[in-house]
């Protein structure tokens, strides 16, 4: 199972709102729950419902689970609360196109100055002190 690259730099989503996705009357169903996107690779919260925001027949707890709002569709497609989404099948025939990935110029100049930079150097000195003795 490999990483997504789309999901390598986690700062795009670092100020993204949680959102619920269902509310549960347990603590053990809404864990149940939570465990179950996460298994799905969906990351999933789960807290205690205020006592303000439940209604007068309900019990006094509750608790709802949250996923990030660019997850809730797919959240609720996992714990079967609507309809998955109807998704054409992929072609056999077609080869996979790879996704861009963004790149780590930090990475690509650390790898130039060593090549040109460090590498030689430290040859040359290696080379001075083997022929100096």
């Known amino acids: 199972m490999g990483v997504d690259p789309r999901m390598d730099d986690d700062d795009e989503y670092e ?7 269902e509310d549960f009357d347990t603590e053990a169903m809404a864990n149940t729950a939570g465990a179950e996107l996460v298994s799905h690779g969906i990351g999933a919260a789960v807290e205690a419902i205020p006592a303000d925001e439940l209604e007068d027949g309900e019990s006094q707890e509750g608790y709802r689970v949250l996923v990030l709002e660019h997850e809730a569709k797919r959240a609720r497609e996992v714990l079967g609360l609507v309809e998955p989404e109807e998704r054409p099948p992929a072609n056999p025939e077609e080869p996979m196109k790879p996704l861009p990935r963004d790149t780590n110029w930090k990475m690509v100049l650390l790898i130039w100055f060593a090549a040109l930079i460090i590498i030689p150097a430290a040859g040359f000195f290696i080379s001075y002190w083997l022929f100096s003795r």
């Open 15 to 21: 100020d993204e709102a949680l959102v619920p996705v």
